[in-house]
C-alpha cells in the first residue's frame, strides 16, 4: 500500500480489486491506510471502506467503546 498513489502497476492492481469487488456485488474494504493521499485515492477509485493506522492504532474493545461515545463521525458520499 506504500505505493499507492504513486507507482502505476500498483494503481493498476488497486484499481482491478475493487472494480472486480463491485462487479461481484461486494464492498471492497481496503486495510493498511497510513496517509491522506492513499485514503483520497481509494476514495477517488471508489472504494467502500479503508481502515488503518491513519484513523487509529488498534485499539482494545474498551478503548473502542470509548472512542465511539466520544466521537462524531460524519459519513459523505
Not at 18 to 38: M, S
Not at 52 to 73: C, I, R, W
Request: with cysteine.
Amino acid at each position: 500500500m506504500n505505493d499507492i498513489p504513486g507507482d502505476s502497476d500498483d494503481e493498476t492492481i488497486v484499481i482491478a480489486i475493487i472494480k472486480l469487488a463491485h462487479a461481484l456485488k461486494i464492498d471492497c474494504i481496503a486495510e493498511g491506510v497510513e496517509t491522506d493521499a492513499q485514503a483520497d485515492f481509494l476514495r477517488h477509485m471508489g472504494c467502500d471502506q479503508v481502515q488503518g493506522y491513519l484513523f487509529s492504532k488498534p485499539l482494545t474493545v474498551a478503548q473502542m467503546d470509548a472512542l465511539l461515545e466520544n466521537t462524531h463521525f460524519h459519513i459523505s458520499t
